[in-house]
């Protein structure tokens, strides 16, 4: 089969290797579709743990074609997404769904080899079917989405709830999407540059305005009457963070969803104490892959829109070129097979 392998930082290769040999418990899927995360970028660069060489890929949905154990033959055939979370399943935190938490966690993509490839092996206790009314690429798409849906539940956003959002890339999206499926109003999405802002609008922004943040509070009292009652953080980018924090109303929520690259930053602590806001990261987001599919099949959120371009495997380098400069009008690359 054909594979993208990381051997070591900046360094990558299209392979053809053997097909992935199954423990007992695992399937085999052959993947139709893979989406590249920007997440992916920090691993070829080697910004975040994993182990090298790798096969990066952790957005993705296929075809169950083989399974290790008897036991698991009724997956054989059926169209899936799964969890990319290897653990151990007997320990407490297991035990009580909290696996991120195992001792022994690994995740696909990372520290196991990923969907940049035609087939991928995954726990059959991960997998989940997809329903033919969803496509392979919106299940592919499915992982971000758990994110989005992820920051809502840990914000605790409630029905009828003003909120901003800032950043416009895959997360922020996401967190739209979500946001506006579970009853939020006036969401307001903010971002350096006007490139994804249309993609906002598309799923549903109440206001965009493309700010460094010098204007943004007086847009955001402006729109909402008023500071919001929940601020999505969703670059990672020290400015923003203390953004973040100014835009939120009195005894509000900020949610730190970006990814923060393991750098060390400040904020001006009185936006948080004398304003007694409450903030609350939002990574590690898990379980929301059913709650997903059901949402999709019922048709309160789609977020195909956010695969904007189509490749071969083969055409890797163009995909992460374009996931590193994100020109106008891009905002997923998706490999398909």
């Known amino acids: 089969m054909k594979a993208v392998i990381v051997e070591r930082p900046g360094a990558l290769r299209l392979a053809d290797i053997d097909k992935p040999k199954l423990e007992p418990g695992w399937a085999l899927v052959r993947v139709k579709a893979s989406a590249v995360c920007a997440t992916d970028l920090e691993l070829i660069d080697g910004n975040i743990s994993a182990y090298y060489p790798i096969t990066p890929g952790h957005e993705w949905s296929g075809i169950v074609e083989e399974v290790a154990s008897p036991g698991d033959s009724a997956w054989v055939g059926k169209r899936v997404v799964a969890s990319n979370d290897i653990v151990c399943l007997t320990c407490h935190e297991c035990r009580s769904g909290r696996w991120r938490n195992c001792s022994s966690f690994r995740e696909i993509g990372f520290k196991a080899d990923g969907a940049y490839a035609e087939y991928l092996a995954v726990p059959v206790y991960g997998l989940c079917e997809l329903p033919e009314c969803i496509s392979f690429v919106q299940g592919a798409l499915i992982e971000p989405l758990c994110v989005g849906l992820g920051a809502i539940d840990k914000a605790g956003l409630r029905l009828g709830e003003t909120a901003v959002i800032i950043g416009a890339g895959s997360i922020g999206l996401n967190i739209l999407a979500a946001a506006k499926a579970a009853g939020a109003r006036r969401i307001i999405v903010t971002a350096l540059s006007e490139k994804r802002l249309s993609f906002a609008e598309k799923l549903g922004a109440y206001a965009v305005l493309a700010?460094?943040?010098?204007?943004?509070?007086?847009?955001?009292?402006?729109?909402?009457?008023?500071?919001?009652?929940?601020?999505?953080?969703?670059?990672?980018?020290?400015?923003?963070?203390?953004?973040?924090?100014?835009?939120?109303?009195?005894?509000?929520?900020?949610?730190?969803?970006?990814?923060?690259?393991?750098?060390?930053?400040?904020?001006?602590?009185?936006?948080?104490?004398?304003?007694?806001?409450?903030?609350?990261?939002?990574?590690?987001?898990?379980?929301?892959?059913?709650?997903?599919?059901?949402?999709?099949?019922?048709?309160?959120?789609?977020?195909?829109?956010?695969?904007?371009h189509f490749m071969s495997l083969e055409d890797y380098p163009k995909a992460l070129e374009l996931a590193r400069k994100r020109p106008e009008g891009f905002v997923k690359a998706v490999f398909t097979f």
């Open 211 to 308: 700010s460094d943040g010098s204007d943004l509070q007086a847009f955001v009292k402006e729109k909402q009457q008023g500071l919001a009652d929940v601020v999505f953080e969703a670059t990672g980018m020290e400015n923003c963070i203390r953004t973040s924090m100014k835009l939120a109303k009195k005894g509000g929520r900020v949610v730190l969803a970006g990814y923060g690259r393991d750098k060390d930053m400040s904020i001006h602590m009185d936006d948080v104490h004398i304003n007694n806001l409450k903030v609350i990261g939002a990574g590690n987001n898990w379980n929301y892959i059913h709650t997903a599919i059901d949402l999709l099949k019922d048709g309160l959120i789609n977020t195909e829109i956010l695969a904007t």
